[in-house]
Nanobody, 123 residues
């Protein structure tokens, strides 16, 4: 079972990036998934979560209105569209999946994790 995050990079403030999280080894179509991030020298924090069907989502206040989480179960892939990026969005971004289908915003609720993809926003 593997989650592979990709799409990070260097972008100027105000720019956009789209992160992808591809799952392999099993299907996650019945599982809620999420994005977390870990800024340099800080703890991992919640960014967004999406339920198994994609109908229900939840965002951290700091990204609400700028980021959009989505998923395509047929492709076993989740996305994070990030617009209007700010320097404070700089972090390693991690995708995760949990054992049930409902949204959840805490690190402890997720059993499967991908490696991080680094997003750097320059001012």
């Amino acid at each position: 079972v593997q989650l592979q995050a990709s799409g990070g990079g260097l972008v100027q403030a105000g720019g956009s990036l789209r992160l992808s999280c591809a799952a392999s080894g099993r299907t996650f179509s019945s599982n809620a998934m999420a994005w977390f991030r870990q800024p340099p020298g800080k703890e991992r924090e919640f960014v967004a979560t999406i339920n198994w069907s994609g109908i229900s989502t939840l965002y951290a206040e700091s990204v609400k209105g700028r980021f959009t989480i989505s998923r395509v179960n047929a492709k076993n892939t989740m996305y994070l569209q990030m617009n209007s990026l700010k320097p404070e969005d700089t972090a390693d971004y991690y995708c995760a999946a949990r054992g049930t289908g409902g949204i959840y915003s805490r690190v402890s609720g997720y059993s499967y994790w991908g490696q991080g993809t680094l997003v750097t926003v320059s001012s």
